[in-house]
């Protein structure tokens, strides 16, 4: 059988076993805190779904083997004693499998055809394959038996409930081998293009060339890199559908889209070394706008959500962005991208600003990315200070790219308006103490144990000193040993697997660190980065984690986990190597 592949080792209950491009994966996750005893093909085409079951047989008695399954980037196996089963990628549509002392049974998930729900299974007469044609996704899977024999092939036509399957065996001490394609209506018979050795060897060599462009400082120091890359390359899928760009979701779990801020992170940690895909990250959800210039809150294969925005987070990302590109926007992509941050900033200034208001308000608190967030307990449409301080930052942006481009009178229009924002915000928010939140309808004002009422620290070096400091000392009170609580421990209203309301985020992690070390508090944004990346290497690329015990919590495969990850870590790494970057 095949050698053991090089590429970090990790658990199929925690990220699913996929492939650049690939629009399924293999994993026992069938839905938000539901797990199969089997592992299951799961596409993300038209949703979340488990499409087939895939289950190694013991080949004497035909009963289901006790197995272990383990996964690497290229190669994942099901194991015992006498036995093993291999899958690995050939393309994003296509898995080859391989077994020997193992017979496999691949089944329809779903045993009962409606109508309109459930899966068809029929023998194709063209080449003699086995096809699996499910409503949910609108997709066909095909299996194609390469070596072996297919025996108690069932429920082939099908209709109501019935047990759509086949099982794959060996002939008298040999392998087999088979193939499984997802694709839309036909495609031409399956042909087998390459050993399964090959497909694995392949595998491998992409994922390895990923990595070493995406992280090339990556040392002994940073020994969660690997696996944070593959999250990131894993949950990638192509264009199709509503998705115009290649993209990565958020995971090829159950939270399989892309939300529009979470984006903005992966397009960071990938931009040095995968200039194209970053941009392609950046500027997925700028092409789904609406009339009014909003950002779609979340958008997937066949589904854009306008019902809630996200923080305009977007000119702080490519203020950086355009840093870390290995090579400048040319003209065209600079006026393309100040047109949609300027639409994206004139919705936040005449949309969501009422008669009269110098600053803007969120409607709920899905709209601030901190959708429970204790900030928004007496009120939900409310004017905060990080929502001022996000659209500062935009109004930077677009000045400094507008003067690129020649045109003065806006760059100074720009400037004007972000003084006045800060000056506002400032005036209005900061009590000397604090930023407090103000309902936008009653003109009452509060403050919060959340985090959320501290992400003006973001502004950076264009906060006054005094602010600064007092910011960062109110955010070292959230510092447990695993990294920033998002409300304050000794809050009566934290909660330990509370969402917002306790757990430690990793956007919120790279804000508050970019923030503080562009303000000058380097020594707390380095124990900030180094308490977050520990919480990684330990516990890995949760959606959340447990502020007070690192536990990760709901998704365990999320890639702004795993680019924030990747950014702390690059920039320590290129402090290490540069150490006259001090600390303060």
Same mark, same amino acid.
């Given at each position: ?17 996929? /492939? ?37 047989? #013991? ?16 190669? !994942? ?83 109501? *409930? ?7 065996? @060996? #002939? ?105 895909? $970053? ?12 009339? *009014? ?8 294969? *066949? ?23 290995? $090579?400048?926007? +040319? ?39 901190? #959708?429970? @967030? /204790? ?11 990080? !929502?001022?301080?996000?659209?500062? !930052? ?26 006045? /924002? ?68 000794? *809050? ?21 660190? +970019? ?70």
């Amino acid at each position: 059988m095949t050698a053991a592949p090089s590429g970090p080792a990790f658990s199929l209950h925690d990220i699913p076993f996929s /492939t650049h491009g690939s629009w399924f994966d293999i994993s026992p996750v069938l839905a938000e805190k539901t797990y199969a005893d089997d592992l299951h093909l799961v596409s993300h085409q038209n949703g979340m779904h488990a499409v087939l079951r895939l289950v190694p047989l #013991d080949p004497t008695t035909g009963e289901r083997a006790e197995t272990r399954s383990a996964a690497r980037p290229s190669l !994942l196996t099901w194991t015992r004693e006498s036995g093993r089963i291999d899958l690995a990628y050939e393309a994003p549509d296509t898995v080859r499998l391989r077994g020997a002392g193992l017979g496999l049974r691949v089944t329809a998930a779903a045993r009962t055809l409606t109508p309109f729900t459930g899966t068809y299974a029929f023998r194709d007469p063209v080449d003699g394959a086995y096809v699996f044609t499910s409503y949910e996704t609108g997709r066909r899977y095909r299996v194609t038996v390469l070596s072996g024999t297919v025996v108690d092939a069932t429920g082939g036509q099908a209709l109501g *409930s019935a047990d759509r399957g086949l099982t794959i065996t @060996a #002939d008298a001490g040999g392998t087999w081998e088979a193939a499984v394609e997802e694709f839309d209506s036909a495609r031409r018979p399956y042909r087998t293009r390459a050993t399964f050795a090959e497909v694995v060897a392949v595998a491998e060599q992409t994922f390895a060339d990923f990595v070493d462009t995406v992280a090339p400082w990556r040392s002994s120091g940073t020994p969660a890199a690997e696996l944070a890359a593959y999250v990131l390359w894993s949950a990638t899928v192509n264009p199709a559908g509503l998705v115009t760009r290649p993209a990565v979701l958020m995971s090829k779990h159950w939270m399989d889209k892309v939300w529009s801020w979470d984006h903005c992170f992966n397009a960071l940690a990938l931009a040095p070394g995968t200039p194209a895909l $970053a941009w392609d990250q950046f500027s997925l959800p700028f092409d789904h706008l609406d009339e *009014s210039g909003a950002l779609p809150d979340s958008l997937t294969h *066949s589904e854009v959500l306008h019902n809630f925005v996200k923080p305009p987070i977007h000119g702080w990302t490519l203020s950086h962005l355009r840093r870390r590109l290995p $090579a400048p926007l +040319d003209r065209d992509e600079l006026a393309d991208a100040y047109d949609r941050l300027r639409r994206w900033t004139d919705f936040w200034l005449t949309a969501r600003r009422a008669p009269g208001a110098a600053l803007p308000h969120y409607q709920h608190g899905n709209d601030s990315g901190w #959708d429970n @967030a /204790t900030t928004f307990d007496p009120e939900r449409v409310v004017v905060t200070a990080d !929502l001022a301080a996000f659209l500062v !930052l935009q109004l930077h942006e677009l000045a400094a790219l507008a003067t690129e481009l020649g045109r003065g009178d806006e760059a100074r229009g720009w400037l004007d308006t972000a003084e006045a /924002t800060q000056a506002a915000m400032l005036d209005e928010l900061w009590t000397g103490e604090r930023f407090v939140a103000r309902g936008a309808d009653s003109g009452d004002t509060w403050g919060s144990s959340s985090l959320l009422d501290l992400m003006p620290i973001a502004l950076g070096e264009h906060l006054p000193e005094s602010v600064a400091k007092t910011l960062a000392t109110r955010i070292e009170a959230h510092l447990t040993p695993y990294g920033l609580a998002t409300e304050l421990p000794t *809050s009566p209203h934290y909660r330990p697997d509370g969402y917002w309301r306790g757990p430690i985020w990793a956007p919120a992690t790279v804000l508050v660190e +970019d923030g503080l070390r562009r303000a000058g508090h380097r020594r707390l944004a380095d124990e900030i980065s180094a308490r977050f990346r520990r919480l990684c290497e330990t516990h890995g690329f949760a959606e959340n984690f447990d502020a007070l015990t690192g536990t990760g919590l709901r998704d365990r495969a999320y890639t702004w986990t795993a680019a924030a990850y990747l950014l702390l870590a690059e920039g320590q790494a290129l402090r290490t190597a540069s150490p006259a970057s001090g600390t303060a």
